[in-house]
């Protein structure tokens, strides 16, 4: 008897170290387009591509575009392939110039990343 508590208690401790892998990276995100120094004319449109993996679940995901554009994503439960048109937040006129596109993603264990490109609006 004193065996078969000993082995449930080995079985047991060994169930809770195997569970306890500790994620400490944030989600994996890798932007294929626009690149980085990409130049875009006034009303063209460039498609924002983009892929978020992360090794547990991604839970949320944000897109920002140099206080121009402010896209957030909450209750994801799994992986992220975006592929958007964007026109809307293209500048016109005085607005063009150098502008920066961050997305950041975070994942269920609250581990947060992001990539960033530059891009030029002429």
């Known amino acids: 008897?004193?065996?078969?508590i000993y082995l449930g208690l080995c079985l047991g401790l060994a169930a809770l170290t195997s569970c306890g892998d500790d994620d400490a990276n944030g989600p994996q995100i890798t932007i294929s387009s626009p690149g980085d120094g990409d130049t875009f004319m006034v009303n063209d449109t460039m498609t924002l591509s983009f892929q978020v993996t992360d090794d547990?679940?991604?839970a949320t995901l944000g897109v920002e575009a140099a206080g121009l554009l402010t896209v957030t994503f909450d209750g994801l439960d799994g992986d992220a392939d975006i592929n958007?048109?964007?026109?809307e937040f293209l500048p016109t006129g005085p607005n063009a110039g150098d502008f920066t596109i961050i997305v950041s993603a975070t994942?269920?264990?609250?581990n947060a990343s992001s990539e960033s490109v530059d891009i030029t609006i002429q």
């Open 56 to 58: 547990v679940d991604v």
């Open 107 to 110: 994942d269920n264990e609250g």
């Open 1 to 4: 008897m004193k065996k078969l």
């Open 84 to 87: 958007v048109p964007v026109t």
